[in-house]
């Protein structure tokens, strides 16, 4: 492995994001959103946006973060919710099926002797 194209390319990268002060602040910027409130999803989201712009924005962006209210408790599963609508009934067997339109009447079965 050449360590020193890696480290060529570790450099150039660090310095088209605004040299060693933006990725301190970077830094900063994800522990801070680490530690602070909200989901793991909501960290998560946070932290793609904040990487998305080289350096901090601020001190502290997270403190002015919008936090999103938990999430309601789940519904008993039995329970039908307004979002999704209430699965569909089986389908009779064939036997008990009403006939196709297109297919002729049949008679009923006879049982044999």
Do not use: C
């Not at 793991?40 to 962006?61: I, V």
């Not at 329970?79 to 196709?100: K, R, S």
Request: charged share 25%; proline share 21%; no cysteine.
């Amino acid at each position: 492995m050449d360590f020193k194209k890696l480290q060529r390319m570790a450099k150039n990268v660090i310095d088209k994001r605004g040299g060693t002060e933006a990725l301190k602040a970077d830094a900063e910027e994800l522990k801070n959103i680490a530690t602070g409130p909200g989901t793991a999803s909501d960290k998560a989201k946070r932290a793609a946006d904040a990487l998305k712009e080289p350096g901090a924005k601020g001190p502290d962006k997270t403190a002015d973060a919008p936090v999103t209210p938990p999430a309601e408790a789940p519904k008993p599963s039995g329970a039908p919710t307004a979002a999704t609508p209430p699965p569909a009934p089986p389908e009779p067997p064939a036997a008990l099926a009403p006939p196709d339109a297109d297919s002729p009447p049949q008679p009923p079965s006879t049982p044999t002797p």
